[in-house]
DNA sequence: CACTATCGGATAGTAGCACTATCCACTATC
DNA sequence: GATAGTGGATAGTGCTACTATCCGATAGTG
């Protein structure tokens, strides 16, 4: 196909394309004149994912390059494509390695992931991204935060678990760095969203157990408190709104 | 204290201090002279929260603006402060609503949350960045992610059911509106570096059972795998090379 | 008191990012 | 053979988030 059919069929503009076959995100098409180029298949999908890790994952388009360019790079093992893809995904934290604050957050975080005995190497960026969530934490005075770390482990690796084996068993190196990439980007902005909408559900049905009144004050161990049913139309008192 | 106190204790240069008093997400100080001011320990709190908003939460200033305004607002109802975190947090999606693709994949997301039972506002922007991930997985022919709803679901819940209580206990609106903020949105880098964090863990730990070998492709219900143990090092058979 | 550093406030400038527009010589197609 | 479209190059745009500079006034110091 040429540019016009690859523009229409993706939803991106021509001068997009152009920028990102420029920029090494998307491999040139197959030159049949000076002047003409023909696309397969492939660069749609390409063009695809880039948008997917671009508009719902909220990657840069620098970010995008790297995850794609071990698409195209002959074979790398899986360690090389689980860090790449988290790579692209972390918060860049602009912190200076010289702060003892944020030496002992970072050591802190090291030793959490320790603790939990995880098997992670001492330069996962993600450990960054913890070490930044508990040095804001610790300036922002918030303890309670630090206390559901256990939560949050939990939810994490529960997560992880039916995450990781599926792209762990393809053969396929582009296949499953391919896999790797959308699980984590796309995951990360799903579970998100799943998140946020739990967050209103519970806002919304949540009410103080009479027993154990509201507390004033946001402890590290809060009251529980009494939710809606975890699952299941039938069991919730409230019809829903949406729809 | 006076601004460049404020700047050496928040690590914020005085331009960029100067520029959010510009940009309103912090409130002036209290002006002593026609060119004196004296800033308050509420100021570095705020400006404490705002680079935590910017920096570990990646909110633009906007955003920032955002969620500060209310904590200067009066009074607002629990719904809104929720909404406005929310409305914050959320990665905005840039879908033509008379796409047809788009408004499927709307509707089935709003039809996902109806089945959970979930009380959810059907203008809920979380719901539009859950359409956002049906669409790209759909459009990449990802139909393992969408498989996976439920799990998600269940640790979105889980995690809501500790979040969202301890901050519906607060009785001072603004206390309540800060601690939504910072749960919102450091919750959401907590539990995506979390996440990362497990992914790595069962990456480099998990291998195939021997009675179901790795599948060679990546279909909607893939084995289950056999993972390291959830918690404690004492179990663990591989020494964490972390410390 | 003089002198220097700093202040609040205003205005202007900058760097980076992600496109977007225009131009060119050429070519496929009606 | 007119017209629209193509690949490739270069330049320009709009936005965000700061930074820099200047000003007259004032605080602190000796």
Known sequence: MRIA?????????????????????????????????????????????????????????????????????????????????????????????????WRDARRRAEAWVRELGWRVEPDAPALDQLAGVFLAAARLGDEWLLAQLPRYAEAGLRLAEVEVPPTLALADPAESMAAVAVGTVLGEALLAAVRLLAHEHVSATWRPTPERPAAPDRSATPPAGECAPRNGADADPHPPPVG
């Open 5 to 101: 059919e690859l523009s229409d069929r993706s939803g991106v503009p021509i001068p997009t394309i152009k920028y990102y076959l420029r920029e090494g995100l998307l491999p040139p098409g197959e030159l049949i004149g000076r002047n003409q180029a023909r696309y397969q298949e492939r660069h749609l999908h390409r063009l695809r994912l880039i948008r997917a890790l671009r508009e719902v994952g909220g990657l840069s388009v620098a970010a995008t390059r790297e995850v794609v360019s071990v698409l195209d790079s002959p074979a790398s093992g899986r360690h090389e494509q689980v860090g790449m893809a988290h790579r692209a995904v972390v918060r860049r934290v602009a912190a200076d390695p010289d702060d003892p604050q």
